[in-house]
């Protein structure tokens, strides 16, 4: 079975422009995590959704946005980029959120660069 | 706030030796979930462990075995007879459980050479 994709693998944007990242999980997952890795840090939650609906949402501005489509894919829309925002964007997917069988399966990322 | 902490930047080890990576969190729930993951050069994270704080027992997969201290909230991870693919970024991270979503927590990373 394909795992966790991300589209585009790589990004290159200026300030103030916007950015569109897509994944689809894994056939079967109904959920949708995205996170932020900036270069040499862990990963920073963003946002989590679950039957289309968002279930959590970390500390990130309002120019963060994102949706989950009704099979599943989900995008994350960034606006008014800042050069702050170049970091690697990962998805993640799991079956459910926050039971016992939960666990993340995170794809290969979209790296976003901002000049 | 729950917080993840991987006091190592960076460690290495000589193939075949064994090598203990270390993480300890802070949370006041009882109910929670802790987890390992690598992220190899070509970034994508795997999954490595999982540990369920209501299981004594220590989680092992193959190689990679945790040493989970509940009392200590300390959670590390011993990879034995490392072999040069296990050359990695190596995330600790904190679920908690009971909760309608689950964001994961994830410590700075610990960045794993092993040498031939």
């Known amino acids: 079975d394909a795992g966790v994709t991300q589209s585009p693998t790589h990004l290159i944007k200026t300030r103030g422009q916007h950015v569109t990242l897509r994944c689809s999980p894994i056939s079967g997952h109904k959920s949708v995590s995205w996170y932020q890795q900036v270069l040499g840090q862990g990963p920073q939650f963003i946002f989590q959704?679950?039957?289309?609906?968002?279930?959590g949402r970390g500390n990130f501005p309002d120019r963060f946005s994102a949706r989950q489509f009704p099979n599943y894919s989900s995008e994350l829309n960034v606006n008014a980029l800042l050069l702050g925002d170049s970091a690697l964007y990962l998805c993640?997917?799991?079956?459910?959120?926050?039971?016992?069988?939960?666990?993340?399966?995170f794809g290969p990322g979209t790296r976003l660069l901002v000049l | 706030a729950q917080t993840v902490t991987q006091s190592q930047p960076e460690m290495s080890v000589q193939e075949a030796e064994t090598v203990t990576l270390s993480c300890t969190y802070d949370t006041s729930e009882s109910d929670y979930y802790l987890f390992w993951y690598k992220q190899p050069p070509s970034r994508q994270m795997i999954l490595v462990i999982r540990q369920e704080a209501y299981k004594q027992q220590n989680a092992t997969e193959n190689r990679f075995s945790v040493n989970f201290q509940k009392a200590a909230k300390s959670f590390s991870l011993k990879i034995s007879d490392s072999q040069l693919g296990d050359a990695a970024m190596y995330f600790c991270?904190?679920?908690?459980?009971?909760?309608?979503?689950?964001?994961?927590?994830f410590g700075q990373g610990t960045i794993l050479t092993v040498h031939p």
């Open positions: 993640a997917s799991s079956f459910s959120v926050g039971s016992h069988q939960e666990t993340q399966y």
């Open positions: 959704y679950y039957e289309k609906e968002e279930r």
């Open positions: 991270a904190y679920r908690r459980g009971g909760t309608s979503y689950g964001k994961l927590t």
